[in-house]
């Protein structure tokens, strides 16, 4: 198979991204070596991810951010997908927690892993003045 290598390296994770990424735009047949291919960099980008950000050791807000990060979202798309900035806010800021309509708009409209933010974690609430 043609260029494949393991990911050790956010560069070698980036690259096999962006060869994954080239065959959304004309899948492959299956069967063919184009397809092969394609599961291999799938499985090598599944595996890279679970050793560097096992989704078991991170809790849904420090998943979301990560996965803003790394999808190139910022506050405000968070803001569009939840509804308001301050919701967006509060949520980051672990001042409410995420609801499950909340969860069901970022799988929807983000393709987030539902499995990541269903988790309990602690919130805070802001000190009174």
Request: glycine share 4%.
């Amino acid at each position: 198979m043609q260029n494949i290598r393991a990911l050790k390296t956010e560069a070698d994770y980036e690259w096999a991204l962006a060869e994954i990424e080239a065959y959304f735009d004309n899948l492959p047949e299956p069967g063919t070596e184009a397809a092969e291919r394609f599961d291999v960099l799938t499985d090598l980008v599944s595996a890279y991810e679970n050793r560097n950000w096992p989704i078991d050791e991170i809790d849904p807000v420090d998943f979301l951010d990560g996965y803003m990060q790394n999808h190139g979202y910022g506050r405000a798309d968070l803001a569009n997908v939840l509804g308001s900035v301050s919701r967006a806010s509060e949520i980051m800021l672990r001042r409410r927690p995420l609801t499950l309509a909340m969860i069901q708009r970022l799988v929807e409209t983000w393709g987030a892993p539902a499995e990541a933010l269903v988790k309990p974690y602690v919130t805070h609430k802001p000190a009174a003045e």
